[in-house]
Structures are given as structure tokens and as C-alpha cells.
């Protein structure tokens, strides 16, 4: 059976990135959007391809978490957050949120791997969209990436990892 997978990268600019695998074949990006805007771009995205966030098998999401920071951070995220869990909150399986940091996990089995190291890796596999522009976009593919790793997905660890106990 094909499972999708909506990966979402929230922010200013949002990458979003649809992909699908199943129990013997590996993740394959089928579609992919770069909306700039913030929230206004997102809900303008959402007039035309919602349907996504409602029917796909999983929605991977970066999540987004204030700090006590002395900085005032851009809430965008949480904005995008919230609408997402507004219009996925008929879904029988729940948002997956993962924190930024768990980006550095695709390219090493204990993670800290630097956005230039993600995107190289991104590029080898056939992935990588370049310039900054598409930053949220290649973060969005790593989303889905590194979820599928979490969760043991064997052809998507297979392909890309090469299926060894070290990934």
C-alpha cells in the first residue's frame, strides 16, 4: 500500500514537500512548494491544496518552541502551527512535530550535522533544490527524511542509508 507524506518546513517562508513510499518501495518526492508570506502565503496555499493537509497518511512538521530568549523571535511558525492543527483536527492520526535539531540527524547516526552538510547530502541523493531561496524546501525533505529513518521506513533506510544498524 502507497502511504503519502506531507513534510512541512513553517516560517516566513514555508517549504512544504509531498512524497510517498510504501512497505517495499523508498521515499519519492512527488511534489513541493516554496510559499512566501508567512501565514497569509500558507492560508493562500491552503485555499488551493488543503485537501493535502486533510488526506495525506502523515503530516511531518517542524515544530516550534519560544524560548526565554531576550531576542524577540518571529512567531510565524506557531501562527502556521496553529492553523495546520486547525485544519487537520478531523485527521485519525495526529501531526507529527519534530524539533529543529532533528534535522542534523539525517546525515549522521548521532546527528549534529550542519545545514551545508543536510544540503550536499540532499544534492548526492537527488533531492536538493539550491539557492537560499529553498532552504524551507530542502528542510521540509528533511523532515520527511529523517521521519522515515526514525521510524524504521527499510527501503527508505536501505536506499539512502544503506540498511546498516548504524543509521
Known sequence: MVSSILSIDPGKSTGIALGRCSDSEEYELIGHWTILGGIHGFSQWVDHYGFLLKGADT????????????VVPDTTP??????????????TSAVVYQLPSQKSLLVRP??????????KWLKQQGFNFPGTANDDLNDAITHALVYLKRTGHRPTIERFWGGGLDV
Open 78 to 91: 506557531l501562527l502556521i502551527k496553529g492553523a495546520i492543527e486547525y485544519i487537520t483536527r478531523a485527521r
Open 59 to 70: 503530516v511531518v512538521c517542524e515544530d516550534f518552541q519560544l524560548t526565554s530568549s531576550p
Open 110 to 119: 548521532g546527528g549534529k550535522s550542519t545545514q551545508s552538510e543536510r544540503f
